[in-house]
């Protein structure tokens, strides 16, 4: 499912609280942005911005291809873990 999601919405930008609504395997199902954390960038990934970077840290985020994602089951559908982890 991870891998799916990276794949939809990879260079978004999400903020915490944001509701984001996808489908899986034909399950409409809801995702809320619940926590953010930063992850170091090299120099040459910045671009040329040092600027913007004490403004990126905190409540906002862009999902990338290496980016961590844990789902957690509040609903009725149920989740199993893959063996593949």
Request: aromatic residues 10%; hydrophobic residues 45%; positive net charge.
């Amino acid at each position: 499912m991870t891998q799916d999601f990276i794949k939809a919405f990879s260079g978004v930008v999400f903020a915490i609280d944001e509701a984001v609504v996808f489908e899986f395997h034909g399950h409409n199902l809801k995702a809320l942005v619940k926590g953010l954390s930063l992850a170091e960038l090299s120099e040459k990934q910045w671009k040329g911005a040092p600027a913007q970077r004490s403004t990126m840290y905190g409540s906002m985020g862009v999902l990338m291809e290496r980016t961590d994602i844990t789902f957690m089951q509040t609903g009725t559908l149920k989740i199993k873990a893959s063996a593949k982890k």
